[in-house]
């Protein structure tokens, strides 16, 4: 079986250090640098633990400017822009993920997500690989396949398939689908009023998808959940605003990456030292890599 492609969603781990860490580390330039300290110890545990052949990080650049903002313009109008603090340190897990031999992405257009997707996508059609998608963001795990996993390494266990199932009551392409109806505070994505979790699950198990509901009329009466006499008629009423919301909860699979390598590179040790030093990183981070590459090589011989 070819080796796992791992795709990272560096900004979960870029913000749970950035808001996890004390403010120990600054920059020769006077930036504090806790997340960048945070994020390269994270990507180096993942590296020693994994030795991952196949991977890439993936970045969000596009706040404000993402295709969905043409669909729904308020879409994470709740969500402000990186001060120059902050950017900083953003800049900087960028610079690092590719020191370390990791292939880093971003687009103006398209999320994250939507890279992850898209090199998944890929992943499995021309190799077949089994896909690791490295997150705990619950929008990713529409992404799991039926060799797929979501890992949010470090904190939780792999989940497969039946895992999200156990988790959400839903499967993974039902996902978009689910906060088509649930809707999604965190995106500033509508929901229907009157429906939560629970009903938004029953309603998939019936009926498959949004698509099918919205055409199911009085059947929807004959689900057993509370209030099912009324959500026909709700259901109808926001029809278009359903069809839209799932446009922006799904993941695309066509973000404009080109042809990226991702294959990963022997770590640049010599840059590596500069950026622990120009960040005010400390030695133990890079002896941790030293000794990382010291191991690689010595397995090889």
Known sequence: MPSPLYLIDASIYIFRHYFGLPDNWHSQDGYSTQAVYGYLKFLLSFIEEESPEYIAAAFDESLGNCFRNQIYPAYKANR????????????????VTGILGITGLASDTHEADDIIGTLAKRGR???GRQIIVV???????????????IWDFGQAEPQDRSAVMDRMGIWPEQLADY????????????????IGAKTAAVLLQHFGDVQTLLQAGDQIAEVPVRGAKNLSAKIDAYGEQILMARKLASIAEDAPVGNPELTRQP?????????????????RLLER????IDSVESGAE
């Open 80 to 95: 402000v822009l990186p001060d120059e603090a902050l950017a900083f340190q953003l800049n900087a897990c960028v610079e």
């Open 267 to 283: 770590i640049a040790l010599d840059a590596l030292a500069d950026f622990c030093q120009r960040m005010g990183l400390g030695e």
């Open 289 to 292: 890599a030293e000794r990382l």
């Open 179 to 194: 906060l088509a109806l649930v809707g999604d505070s965190v995106d500033n994505i509508p929901g229907v009023p009157g």
């Open 135 to 149: 997150s705990r963001d619950k929008d990713l795990m529409q992404l799991v396949g039926a060799n797929d996993v």
């Open 125 to 127: 059609q021309m190799n």
